[in-house]
C-alpha cells in the first residue's frame, strides 16, 4: 500500500487564531495557560483535517517559529537569556522578540535583545538564527515533543514526529565568535541520538528529519557531516525519513541516496527529472516519499498530468512509494472554502493547503483503486486545468507588447551618480546625517477598523478617505515635531506592501483569507498573479500629494518595486517569472513617471525582496539578478537627475550580491543592519559602494526603545566603514507593527543622535 502522509501544516489556523492569542497575551491581556489553550486547540483541529493521511506530522507547530523550537529542543540558549525562572514559554518569547509578556518580565523589564532573524531559504518566512560559540553545549529538553505527540495520539492519528536535522540546524545557525559551526557536530549528535531515543519510546516507527540545506551546494567537509551524523543515528529504533524540499539535489543525490536512513523525501515538484536517477541509486529497502503536490504554490495539480507519470513509478516501486506535498504546507494558506468573494473562475484554479491534502487523497485514490475510482473529482480536475490555460483573462496582447519593446535604454539614468547627486543635493538642502523613516508608520486598530469597515461596506469611501488622510496627517504632524529631514506620508492605507499593489493591478486576484505566516504573530495575504498584468490608472499619487500639501519638508513617493511584487505574490507557473517581472516593472515605471509629475522630489521604491528571491544555487544566481536588477532599473530610472530615487532592503546578506545592488544605481539605499552591530556594512565598504547609505539604527521587530548613545555608536561604526557624506539615519525597516508610544522615543532618540553626529563626525 502507498503511504500518505504531510510535512506540515499551516499553524496560524484559519482565522489567525494563533496570531490573535499570541498578541493579546504579549500585551498582558490573557494568560499563558489561555494562549497554550489556544495552541492546543490549533494542533488538534489540524491534525483532524489531516486525518485521512497515513502519517501526520507532529511538532510542526511553534508558538513562534519551528527552529527556535528546536533551539529549545536542543538546550541551545543565548546565554544572556540563561537562568531565567520564569515559564519556558516566556523565556522564548524573549529570544524570539526580547521580550514576552509584561507580567512575565520579572527583574528584567527592558527585555533582552532578541535573536536575529532571517529568511528561510527562498520563502517569505522568518526563522530565528541559532547562536553558537565554540564553547556551546546542548541539553534535550523533549518536553514538547513528547508531549504533542501524546496529544496527537489522543486525537487518533498515526504520528509522525517532525524535526530540524543536525546539519541543516548547524548550517543555518551563527557563530558569535567566529568559531565552526561543524566542530559542534559531536556534541550535537549525542543529543539527536537521546531525541530518537524518547521519540523510539514514545511508540513512534517514523520521524521526519527535515535536512532541507541539501537543495543547495554544500562544500566536502558539509557533505561529510551528512555521512558522520546519519552514520551516527542510524542506530536508532526510530526509522528515520530524511526530507529535503524547495529544489533538486543536484551534486548532493549520490550523497542522499548512500546515507543509512529508511526513507527519503524528494521534492517531485521541483525536481521531477531526479526521480528515476534517485529510484536507481537508492537502496531497495528504502522508501522513497515524492513530493508530488507543490506546497509553494496556489494552483491546483494537474492530476491526471500527475498520474500519467506516478502510475509507472508506483507499480515499480510499490509500497515503498510515499507522496506527499513536496514541503510544508506552511507557506500557503489553510482553506479556499473560507473564500466566498473570489471570482469564481479563477477560484476554480486553486488549491491551498486543505484542498493540497484532498488532491493527495485522490491520488493516492488513483494509485490504489485505479483511475476509475475517483473519476468524478478527475473529470472536475481536467476542467479546471483546462479552464485556467485557455481563459482570455489569462493574456493581455498589448502588455505582452510592451514587454517585447523594452530595450536597454529604458533602464538608463541621464547622468552618473555624482551629477545627479549635485542636482538632488541644490534642491533638497538636505543636513549632514540626513534623517528619514523607511515608509509605514504604526497600522493603528482605528486604521484597520475603519479599513475592515470601508470593505464590509459599512463606511463609503468619502468617510474611509477622510479616516486615512486624518491618519496622514497625524503622521506629517509628528515627523515635523520630531525634526526629520525627509518624510513620509506612513502608509496608512495600505494594508500591505505588496497586496496594495497587487489589488490595483489588472492581472492580479486577491483572496480574503488566505494569510501566510511571515514571522511570529505577523501574517502576510500574497496577491495571486494570474494573469498579464497591467495599472489602469494611477495608484499612489493622490495619497502622495495630499501629504506633500501639507508640509514643505521633501515627501517621499513610497512604492514597491517590481522583484518584491514578484517575490511576495503568488506566481504564474506558465511563463517565466522574469517576463512577469518585467510587466509589474512597466507598471511601477508608469507610476514612477506619474509621481514626479506631481511634483515628488525623491521616490522610494522598496525591493525587500531581492536578495530572497536569489535561486537556491548559485550558478542560477546571474541570470535572476541579471533580469532581477533589469526590471528595478525599468520600473526607476526612467526620472529625470533631480529626482531621488531611494531603494530598500531589509533582512539582506549583501555580500553576495553588492555588485547588483549598486547596478540598481538607486541614488540611496536604506538597509537593515542594527541586530547584526553594522556587520552588513562590511560588503559595502569592501565593494566601495558609490551611492549613499542609510544602515538601519532601530530594531523596528523588537518594542524595544533605542537610545540616542545607542544610534551614535552604530553611526560611528558604519562612518568608519562608509564615508560619513553619504551616511542616511534611519530605522531598518517600516514601523507598521509599532506602536506610537514606542515610536516617538526611538525616532527622537534617532534625531537627536543625527544632531550630535553632524557636530561630532567630520562629513563634507
Ligand atoms: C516587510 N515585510 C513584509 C513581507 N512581506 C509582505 N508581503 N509584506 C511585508 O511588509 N516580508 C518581510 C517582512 C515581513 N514583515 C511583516 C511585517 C508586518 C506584517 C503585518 O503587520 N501583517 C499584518 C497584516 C497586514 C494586513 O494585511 N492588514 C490588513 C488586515 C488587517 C486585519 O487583520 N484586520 C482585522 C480586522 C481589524 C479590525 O476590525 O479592527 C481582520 O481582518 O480580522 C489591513 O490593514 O487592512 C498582520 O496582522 O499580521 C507582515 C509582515
Ligand atoms: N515601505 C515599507 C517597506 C517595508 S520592507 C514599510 O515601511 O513598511
Ligand atoms: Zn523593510
Wanted: charged share 25%.
Amino acid at each position: 500500500m502507498i503511504t500518505s502522509h504531510n510535512l506540515g501544516f499551516p499553524r496560524i489556523g484559519a482565522e489567525r487564531e494563533l496570531k490573535f492569542a499570541q498578541e493579546t497575551y504579549w500585551k498582558g491581556q490573557s494568560s499563558l495557560a489561555d494562549l497554550k489553550a489556544v495552541g492546543a486547540e490549533l494542533r488538534r483541529q489540524n491534525w483532524q483535517t489531516q486525518a485521512s493521511l497515513d502519517l501526520v506530522p507532529v511538532g510542526d507547530f511553534a508558538f513562534y517559529d519551528q527552529m527556535l523550537d528546536m533551539s529549545f529542543t536542543l538546550g541551545n540558549l543565548p546565554e544572556r537569556v540563561r537562568g531565567y525562572e520564569g515559564d519556558l514559554l516566556d523565556n522564548y518569547f524573549r529570544v524570539a522578540r526580547g521580550r514576552s509578556a509584561p507580567q512575565a518580565m520579572g527583574s528584567n523589564p527592558e527585555g533582552v535583545a532578541a535573536g536575529e532573524m532571517t529568511k528561510w531559504f527562498d520563502t517569505n518566512y522568518h526563522y530565528i538564527v541559532p547562536e553558537f560559540t565554540a564553547g556551546s553545549e546542548f541539553k534535550l529538553d523533549a518536553a514538547r515533543l513528547v508531549d504533542q505527540i501524546r496529544e496527537a495520539k489522543a486525537v487518533g492519528v498515526n504520528v509522525k514526529p517532525v524535526i530540524v536535522g543536525p546539519v541543516t540546524y548547524l548550517a543555518l545557525g551563527k557563530a558569535k565568535d567566529d568559531s565552526d559551526n561543524l566542530a559542534l557536530l559531536p556534541k550535537l549528535l549525542t543529543v539527536y541520538q537521546q531525541l530518537l531515543e524518547t521519540v523510539a519510546n514514545e511508540g513512534c516507527e517514523w520521524i521526519q528529519v527535515d535536512e532541507s540545506i541539501l537543495v543547495t551546494e554544500l562544500e566536502s567537509a558539509w557533505q561529510k557531516a551528512f555521512e558522520t551524523a546519519y552514520q551516527a543515528l542510524s542506530t536508532s529504533k526510530v526509522k528515520i525519513l530524511l526530507t529535503t524540499y524547495f529544489g533538486p539535489l543536484l551534486a548532493n543525490l549520490p550523497l542522499v541516496a548512500a546515507l543509512p536512513v529508511a526513507g527519503v523525501h524528494l521534492d517531485a515538484a521541483n525536481a521531477r527529472e531526479e526521480v528515476a536517477t534517485l529510484i536507481q541509486k537508492l537502496p531497495a529497502d528504502r522508501v522513497l516519499s515524492l513530493g508530488v503536490i507543490n506546497g509553494r504554490n496556489i494552483w491546483k495539480t494537474d492530476l491526471n498530468g500527475l498520474l500519467d507519470w506516478l502510475e509507472p513509478i508506483a507499480k515499480q516501486l510499490g509500497d515503498r512509494l510515499w507522496i506527499a506535498p513536496s514541503c510544508s504546507l506552511l507557506h500557503v494558506p489553510v482553506d479556499l472554502d473560507s473564500e466566498k468573494k473570489l471570482d469564481g473562475e479563477i477560484k476554480s484554479w486553486l488549491a491551498f493547503a486543505k484542498q493540497k491534502l484532498e488532491e493527495l487523497r485522490v491520488v493516492k485514490q488513483a494509485l490504489a483503486g485505479g483511475r476509475g475510482s475517483v473519476e468524478a473529482e478527475l473529470k472536475a480536475n481536467q476542467a479546471a486545468i483546462a479552464s485556467r490555460r485557455q481563459s482570455l483573462r489569462v493574456n493581455n496582447p498589448a502588455v505582452k507588447a510592451a514587454v517585447a519593446k523594452i530595450d536597454a535604454k529604458l533602464g538608463e539614468r541621464k547622468s552618473e551618480f555624482p551629477k545627479r547627486a549635485e542636482k538632488q543635493a541644490a534642491i533638497l538642502k538636505l543636513p549632514k546625517f540626513p534623517t528619514t523613516t523607511i515608509g509605514s508608520f504604526p497600522q493603528t486598530a482605528d486604521i484597520r477598523r475603519a479599513r475592515n469597515q470601508f470593505k464590509a461596506g459599512k463606511i463609503d469611501e468619502t468617510s474611509y478617505t477622510a479616516a486615512m488622510e486624518n491618519e496622514i496627517a497625524r503622521c506629517v504632524r509628528e515627523q515635523e515635531a520630531l525634526g526629520l529631514d525627509v518624510f513620509v506620508h506612513g502608509e496608512a492605507e495600505r494594508n500591505d506592501m505588496v497586496e496594495y499593489f497587487g489589488e490595483q493591478l489588472d492581472g492580479y486576484a486577491f483572496s480574503e483569507f488566505g494569510w501566510v505566516q511571515s514571522y511570529g504573530s505577523r501574517c502576510v495575504k500574497p496577491p495571486i498573479l494570474f494573469g498579464d498584468i497591467s495599472r489602469p490608472k494611477p495608484m499612489t499619487v493622490r495619497w502622495i500629494k495630499y501629504a506633500q500639501s501639507l508640509t514643505k519638508k521633501p515627501m517621499k513617493g513610497m512604492l514597491t518595486g517590481p522583484v518584491t511584487i514578484l517575490n511576495w505574490s503568488f506566481v504564474r507557473d506558465d511563463q517565466p517569472r522574469s517576463v512577469s517581472c518585467k510587466q509589474i516593472a512597466l507598471a511601477i515605471r508608469d507610476e514612477v513617471l506619474d509621481l514626479e509629475k506631481a511634483g515628488v522630489q525623491v521616490i522610494q521604491i522598496d525591493e525587500a525582496a531581492l536578495r530572497e528571491g536569489l535561486p537556491l544555487r548559485r550558478f542560477q544566481w546571474k541570470e535572476y539578478l541579471d533580469w532581477a536588477v533589469e526590471s528595478f532599473r525599468i520600473a526607476a530610472n526612467g526620472v529625470s537627475d533631480s529626482t531621488q530615487i531611494h531603494t530598500h532592503m531589509c533582512y539582506s546578506e549583501f555580500n553576495d550580491i553588492i555588485e547588483a545592488i549598486a547596478q540598481m544605481d538607486a541614488d540611496a539605499i536604506t538597509i537593515e543592519t542594527s541586530r547584526s552591530d553594522m556587520e552588513l556594512l562590511e560588503a559595502f565598504e569592501t565593494f566601495k559602494y558609490p551611492n549613499d547609505i542609510g544602515p538601519g539604527v532601530y530594531d523596528i521587530h523588537s518594542p524595544n526603545i533605542p537610545t540616542e548613545k545607542h544610534i551614535v555608536g552604530l553611526m560611528q561604526k558604519a562612518a568608519e566603514r562608509i564615508p560619513a557624506e553619504r551616511l542616511w539615519v534611519n530605522p531598518d525597516c517600516g514601523l507598521k507593527t509599532r506602536q506610537w508610544e514606542e515610536v516617538i522615543p526611538a525616532l527622537t532618540n534617532m534625531v537627536a543622535a543625527a544632531k550630535t553626529l553632524r557636530v561630532t563626525t567630520n562629513a563634507q
